[in-house]
């Protein structure tokens, strides 16, 4: 009975193993077809999302290239201008240059033949509402055409930080900007024949004792030459005795002080006392002097150089030396020329004006201007540049640059020269004393200015 029993239990414990490893291995084979399942799909998934991907890339290089087809949308600004021919040159040569750089923007220009005509022109179409968006002229016009309400304040276009001073000084109107010095030019300076001197005296003391040394009136030899017909030449030591002309933000006229009295001062002791110059040299006659070398030192202006350089003669640049007694080095009138925004100029074709004036402001581009034209930079720190450094004429001819002061508008330097004239030769003949002509310089200018009295009366 006891073996049945074991039998039947021992078939019953078979069975079970049996059923269990039927179940395991059903296990493995559900968990391999899992593994395969999941397996597949990550692999599909992959597949899909780099499918994706570069379907992506491929959109985004199709749009780069449609961008690339699609022509670029310019932006068109007008420059009229009334440059000399050299100026001229050097204006398209850097338009050009300014439009491979700037793709967008487009410049077109128009030349003048006359400053008047352009203004005319300009001042008429810009009342109109239209006309160019920039105009490059000298800065004598900008008096006009800021009066007419035609010219766009300069805000933050420039920073007129870097800027020379007397550029500066001549960029107002009714204490706003309204043009952008670009180069300046006309400016006198000191020149010296450096076969007859080695080196330029430091103020007119020494200026005086070389004359002295040299001079022989029969044989025509001087040791210095001025100018003293023309009152721009004059002038200049009236800063140099630390006093001016004019109030450049009302342009009221301040000729009767003590620096002007003692620049006439000076014109009668190397005149009438000391005789140390002659009377009635003329600029012709003194500038064919230098060339010949009869003369060791002459005040001229930049325009000069050129002339005296295919002369051959071996000379030197200087500042206008210390007035004589006094401390400060005299500081001639400069000009230059400018851009003016029109004031019908906003949006797109504003903001190309901006990249256009930092552009033409570059190192670069003020010291290519001066080796091509006979205008020179306006930035201050640009003698610092090893390339402009290294041409002595041009670094010593812009020191003297650094300290002028800004030429008044043409109108009212007629006046003052006019005023000057008549009351210099008065001095210098013995008619009329330095204290009593600088009275009668103001006087007389003042006259002139509201067309009370002529030219011609004053010589009365």
């Given at each position: ?35 395969l ?17 570069q ?74 509402g ?22 766009k ?59 002295k ?20 030449w ?7 005795y ?15 002080n ?6 006439l ?7 009438s ?22 003369v060791?030192?002459?005040i ?12 051959g ?15 400060k ?54 003698d ?16 003297q ?30 008619n ?21 009295l ?7």
């Amino acid at each position: 009975m006891h073996r049945k029993i074991n039998a039947q239990e021992n078939n019953i414990q078979k069975k079970r193993t049996f059923l269990l490893l039927v179940v395991y291995v059903l296990l493995c084979i559900l968990c391999v077809l899992l593994t395969l399942v999941f397996t597949s799909c990550k692999t599909r998934e992959a597949g899909i999302a780099k499918n994706e991907s570069q379907k992506e890339v491929s959109e985004s290089t199709s749009e780069e290239a449609l961008r690339e087809e699609e022509p670029v949308q310019k932006v068109e600004i007008t420059i009229w201008d009334s440059c000399e021919a050299k100026e001229r040159l050097a204006l398209v040569e850097s338009n050009d240059n300014f439009m491979k750089e700037n793709p967008s923007i487009k410049i077109e220009t128009r030349h003048f033949r006359s400053q008047e005509e352009l203004e005319d022109q300009f001042e008429a179409a810009s009342l109109a509402g239209s006309g160019p968006e920039l105009v490059l002229m000298s800065m004598d016009s900008m008096i006009r055409l800021a009066s007419s309400n035609v010219l766009k304040e300069i805000t933050s276009e420039v920073d007129y930080n870097r800027i020379i001073d007397g550029l500066v000084e001549i960029s107002r109107y009714n204490g706003r900007n309204y043009i952008i010095p670009f180069r300046s030019s006309d400016f006198l300076v000191f020149f010296y024949n450096k076969d007859l001197v080695e080196e330029a005296p430091t103020n007119f003391e020494g200026v005086i004792e070389h004359c002295k040394k040299v001079n022989d009136f029969k044989k025509q030899i001087y040791g210095w030459l001025l100018n003293e017909a023309e009152p721009d030449w004059i002038i200049p030591f009236i800063g140099g005795y630390s006093d001016w002309i004019v109030d450049y933000d009302s342009y009221s006229l301040a000729l009767d002080n003590k620096a002007t009295e003692k620049t006439l001062e000076f014109l009668n002791y190397i005149y009438s006392e000391e005789k140390i110059l002659p009377y009635e040299v003329g600029y012709e006659e003194m500038n064919q002097l230098f060339k010949n070398g009869s003369v060791s030192m002459i005040i001229n202006g930049t325009w000069a150089i050129e002339e005296y350089k295919n002369g051959g003669l071996n000379f030197g640049i200087s500042k206008i030396p210390i007035a004589w007694q006094g401390s400060k080095n005299p500081t001639p009138l400069i000009s230059g020329t400018g851009f003016m925004i029109n004031v019908n100029c906003y949006g797109n074709e504003l903001e190309a004006i901006k990249a256009y004036i930092d552009y033409m402001l570059s190192e670069e581009i003020q010291i290519s201007w001066t080796w091509n034209t006979q205008s020179f930079p306006v930035l201050k720190d640009i003698d610092s540049n090893s390339t402009f450094s290294n041409d002595e004429l041009i670094y010593e001819a812009f020191q003297q640059a650094k300290i002028c002061r800004g030429k008044p508008y043409d109108k009212l330097m007629r006046v003052i020269r006019d005023a000057f004239r008549t009351n210099i030769e008065n001095v210098i003949r013995g008619n009329i004393t330095p204290s009593e002509a600088v009275v009668k310089i103001q006087e007389d200018a003042i006259k002139l200015r509201s067309e009370g009295l002529d030219v011609e009366e004053l010589k009365k």
